[in-house]
């Protein structure tokens, strides 16, 4: 149980364009999604939290008119690279956190996407 | 406030040696204390957690981590690494609840043949 999927897995894109990528629980619904970005060999770096039914939370420093995040569901999250440039590269993970009944508890433990990898070029 | 550091960036073993990966937490809550692993172009995967019931935690692929509240510490091991076991670990502590999670620098575990 408490499985997250992300796609797409690889994402190539030509600058200038938006990329989406989604993340979903497959197995239990998530009020709480969360979207990090992964430089190579560095930790996550937690961009915002995503809320079912609300405005996300961005961290400081994170664009929230580049990084749009839409959790319009209980079991799915998107983040969309508006205009991504070559520097926007990255590797992209979402993760769930339980609490709701019928799920996992809401102790702190995370459930990942696969992870995406956007390049653009 | 919660707060985790990973000592050492990275570990080298032999292979059949001891993994031995430290974990230091500060939380103002009773925590709740994870490690994750990372292969290369993945996700985060759980390999344990801590979550107020037993101080000794087993995980998956034999590791295995120790609470110890006076250390504020919560350090990973396995008696005998295997090739597989190269990858990135993340501890990470929580307050639970609507606390976010926090993670470590991350420790990358070479195994030497």
Redesign the interface.
């Known amino acids: 149980g408490a499985v ?1 999927s ?1 796609h797409p897995s690889w994402v190539i894109c030509k600058s200038g364009t938006s990329v989406k990528i989604e993340c979903r629980s497959l197995d239990f619904q998530a009020t709480t999604m ?1 979207w990090y970005r992964q430089f190579p ?4 770096m ?1 961009m915002a ?1 995503s809320n079912e039914g609300s405005k996300a939370t961005y961290e400081q420093g994170v664009e929230k008119d580049k990084f749009l995040i839409n959790h319009a569901s209980l079991t799915l999250s998107t983040l969309t690279v508006t205009s991504a440039h070559p520097e926007d590269s990255s ?1 992209y ?1 979402c ?1 769930a ?1 339980g609490g709701l009944a019928g799920g996992p508890a ?10 995406s ?1 956007l390049t653009v070029l | 406030a919660q707060s985790v550091t990973q000592l050492g960036s990275h570990v080298s073993v032999s292979e059949g040696a001891l993994v031995l990966l430290r974990c230091n937490y500060s939380s103002s809550v009773p925590p709740y204390l994870f490690w994750y692993v990372q292969y290369p172009n993945q996700g985060l995967q759980l390999l344990l957690k801590y979550t107020s019931a037993a101080t000794l935690v087993k995980g998956i692929n034999g590791f295995e981590a120790e609470f110890k509240k006076s250390e504020t510490s919560f350090h990973l091991t396995k008696p005998s690494a295997h090739m597989s076991d190269a990858a990135e670990y993340f501890c990470a502590v929580s307050g639970g609840g609507g606390f976010k999670t926090i993670f470590g620098a991350g420790t990358r575990l070479f195994v030497k043949a």
Request: no cysteine; proline share 0%.
């Open positions: 997250v992300q969360f060999k560095q930790s996550l937690l939290t590797f993970i993760s956190r809401n102790t702190g433990e995370l459930f990942f996407g696969e992870g990898r």
